[in-house]
């Protein structure tokens, strides 16, 4: 029904002669340009807004979707990698971190009057191997683990940075 809708429409203003803009005043041009700008500027705005909302709950899905490895993370760490390389604070810290990131863009979704719900994850199967007494399979489970954290990671960096123009009022193209 709509397409027909949209045909019979574009037939109709097929046999419409516009007014050429040089034949318009000034005045006339000046309003017409004027209606447009505004027009553009408002499907613009809102374009940016939709993206902003969007982001923000990619952000929240990362997120939350590492709130169950990185909550195994530490003691698996302490258990298989003991001192090394600092894997244990490490550890501590990325929980953390995501759980701070996570609670922010939860706030800024509410500022923009937003419901939001989240996703149901599924099990990873790397995480049974955290624990393995195989040295070599519970190594590639961090490996993996720690691999796709990194991707994760970085997309929830360059999300942020992406919406500082828009949560940063001051901030400038």
């Not at 097929?14 to 408002?42: A, F, G, P, W």
């Not at 258990?79 to 996570?102: C, D, R, W």
């Amino acid at each position: 029904m709509g397409l027909l809708l949209l045909v019979s429409s574009l037939l109709i203003w097929e046999h419409v002669i516009s007014t050429s803009d040089n034949q318009r005043s000034n005045e006339e041009l000046y309003y017409k340009m004027l209606s447009i700008s505004h027009h553009t500027r408002v499907v613009a705005r809102d374009m940016y807004k939709i993206l902003t909302e969007d982001l923000l709950k990619v952000i929240i899905n990362i997120s939350n979707a590492w709130k169950y490895p990185l909550k195994l993370l530490p003691p698996a760490a302490l258990t298989h990698l003991g001192s090394y390389h600092g894997m244990l604070t490490g550890a501590i810290q990325v929980k953390y971190g995501n759980e701070e990131v996570l609670a922010g863009a939860k706030i800024l979704l509410r500022r923009m009057h937003l419901e939001f719900e989240e996703n149901v994850y599924p099990d990873w199967p790397e995480l049974k191997q955290l624990r393995s007494s195989n040295e070599e399979r519970h190594l590639f489970a961090f490996y993996k683990l720690f691999f796709c954290l990194r991707n994760d990671t970085q997309k929830i960096d360059r999300y942020l940075k992406t919406l500082g123009s828009q949560i940063i009022k001051n901030h400038r193209c």
